[in-house]
């Protein structure tokens, strides 16, 4: 079997915050095999972005050093910080009018990047940029180039990102909730996109949403993330036809799409200075006991591929509350 193109291993990240320590992820295991797209679903402050930070060796200056290690091609990365995948994992991030400077011709901002981080003379780049604005469907790619950030709409500014993401020729792509700024259309048609070219380009990509329609679309595989741990992975239809771990399960069920009658989680998700002991969602959990305050719990592997951190999830949860 091919090693899996990401492996995330135990990752902790840990930061100081308000006069105490911010233990933002503990013991993250996940991996986006060659060829597949992984997303990570979790409500908000729950580590998402935290985690796409620490692949791409951008954590704050005064991040306490990372435990675990993040695997890139057989490598471990988190030792020096990603210093050496700059320009091998392609980042595509959430806000494209927050993305781009808006004094400088879009295309020599993406020519910069291919500069610093791709081979070849400035004139390739010139003519894989262009073949990339065609590939993400900007229209008149020649003319894109010389074009600065607001002359394009935000579905356009978007592709712009997809090509920069691209542009030097990575095997991964880490995405942090692209389409989030975007209009329904519009997301749909970026969504296609990232589907077509992930394909076409035999890429892999790791894809944070909080959003299941958005993952159900697009995910091969999937990890849901709660303060800042994994409680369950496996394959996205799995997961989502007969979701395991009680928060995934209160999470659909919170989903307008799938639920006719909202219901909702009670309480929130903690801080992250002041994590609970035991599991972290017992506080909010219907099935919780005495032993999920003291016992950490772990990842077991359930049937169809798929890992559970619950050893209470075969139990029916009660009815939950509509809101
Ligand atoms: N620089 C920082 N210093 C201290 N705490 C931080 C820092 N950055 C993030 N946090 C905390 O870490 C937790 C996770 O934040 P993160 O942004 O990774 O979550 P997220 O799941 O991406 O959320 P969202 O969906 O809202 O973007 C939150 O409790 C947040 O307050």
Redesign the pocket.
């Known amino acids: 079997m091919m090693p899996p193109l990401l492996e995330i291993s135990q990752l902790a990240v840990t930061?100081?915050?308000?006069g105490a320590l911010?233990e933002?992820l503990d013991d993250v295991t996940l991996k986006v095999p060659a060829g597949c797209i992984t997303g990570v679903v979790?409500?908000?402050?729950?580590?998402?972005?935290?985690?796409l930070?620490a692949i791409l060796g951008i954590l704050?200056r005064h991040?306490q050093t990372p435990r675990g290690g993040i695997f890139f091609e057989g490598h471990d990365i988190l030792p020096d910080r990603a210093a050496g995948v700059r320009g091998r994992i392609g980042f595509v991030p959430?806000d494209p009018y927050l993305s781009l400077n808006p004094l400088f011709r879009a295309g020599d901002q993406i020519l910069e990047i291919m500069r610093r981080h791709a081979k070849g003379s400035r004139a390739e780049h010139k003519a894989r940029l262009v073949e990339l604005f065609r590939a993400v469907q900007l229209p008149d790619p020649e003319a894109a180039l010389r074009k600065y950030p607001h002359e394009f709409s935000g579905g356009q500014r978007q592709r712009l990102l997809i090509a920069a993401a691209l542009s030097c020729e990575p095997r991964l792509v880490v995405a942090?909730?692209p389409t989030t700024a975007l209009d329904v259309t519009t997301q749909r048609e970026i969504l296609g996109l990232l589907r077509e070219l992930t394909r076409a380009r035999g890429l892999s990509m790791l894809f944070?949403t909080?959003d299941f329609g958005v993952l159900a679309s697009l995910c091969d595989d999937v990890a849901v993330?709660y303060a800042?741990r994994v409680a369950e992975t496996g394959p996205t239809r799995a997961v989502l036809d007969a979701p395991a771990h009680p928060y995934t399960r209160m999470l659909l069920a919170c989903h307008p799409d799938r639920a006719a009658d909202l219901a909702g989680i009670p309480g929130a998700?903690p801080?992250?200075?002041a994590q609970p002991s035991g599991c972290r969602f017992h506080p909010r959990c219907p099935l919780a006991r005495e032993s999920c305050a003291r016992e950490v719990p772990v990842l077991q592997p359930i049937p169809g591929g798929r890992a559970v951190a619950c050893p209470f999830h075969a139990e029916a949860l009660p009815e939950l509350a509509l809101v």
Do not use: F, M, N, W
């Open positions: 930061l100081p915050g308000g911010a933002i979790g409500e908000s402050g729950c580590g998402k972005s935290t985690l930070r704050p991040a959430q942090d909730e944070v909080h993330l800042g998700v801080p992250a200075t």
